[in-house]
């Protein structure tokens, strides 16, 4: 159907406060990505899931950061206790496979204040 | 460090003009992918390249591979203000975790 969309597609927190972000990756897309990216910057890997195999959380910068997916279908991810540093727009991408095109979503842009 | 660079950082050229853009990369590759980011949102992909493949063209798109010197280049030709936007590198080192590069800001002047 549609492309990858997330939500909210922006967010504004105060420091401390716990934030949920939401992916919905394209159906039958079995590999989904989140990425980071600041301003003016590339994009930082964070989590990549991949059907119903353990995920590769090597890209999370802290145990603050986590991720979840359901089988081949939505995707959370939750910042605890953020901090300043962790305002960004942040990137959920998908694909029929590890080898294929990644298809992105519009971001959600994060302001912790 | 990042898998792929993109250079220049920043290009300024006319509209009609070619832009062409290059991606170095550190290790080996299964493909290549160009993207492109218009405000800071989601990517747009542009064109996958395999480590097989030498060239590829999508409209006024061409892209080259060099595994050789480990070396990409995205060349739009007849440039236009819509083409505005920075562009994205991004390589799979033969894993499943592409690594994207800084980009290059393209500004397209009418």
């Known amino acids: 159907g549609a492309g990858v969309s997330q939500s909210p597609s922006n967010k504004v927190t105060e420091k401390g406060k716990d934030v949920e972000l939401r992916c919905d990756p394209i159906s039958g897309h079995t590999a989904l990505y989140w990425y980071r990216q600041r301003l003016g910057q590339g994009l930082e890997f964070l989590i990549y899931f991949q059907g119903n195999s353990a995920p590769d959380k090597s890209g999370l910068p802290s145990d603050r950061f986590s991720a979840e997916r359901t089988g081949e279908s939505v995707s959370t991810l939750t910042i605890q206790r953020t901090q300043q540093e962790d305002s960004a727009v942040y990137l959920c991408a998908s694909s029929s496979s590890r080898l294929d095109t990644q298809y992105f979503g519009p971001g959600t842009r994060l302001t912790v204040l | 460090s990042q898998q792929g660079e993109e250079d220049p950082q920043a290009l300024s050229i006319q509209e009609g003009e070619n832009a062409t853009m290059n991606c170095s990369y550190k290790t080996s590759i299964n493909n290549l992918q160009w993207y492109r980011q218009n405000s800071g949102r989601g990517l747009v992909h542009l064109i996958l390249?395999?480590?097989?493949?030498r060239e590829k063209h999508s409209g006024r798109l061409r892209v080259t591979l060099d595994t050789s010197k480990k070396s990409s280049s995205l060349l739009i030709t007849a440039s236009r203000a819509a083409d505005t936007a920075s562009y994205f590198c991004a390589t799979d080192g033969r894993t499943y975790k592409y690594i994207f590069g800084t980009g290059t800001r393209l500004k397209v002047l009418a």
């Open positions: 390249i395999r480590s097989n493949e």
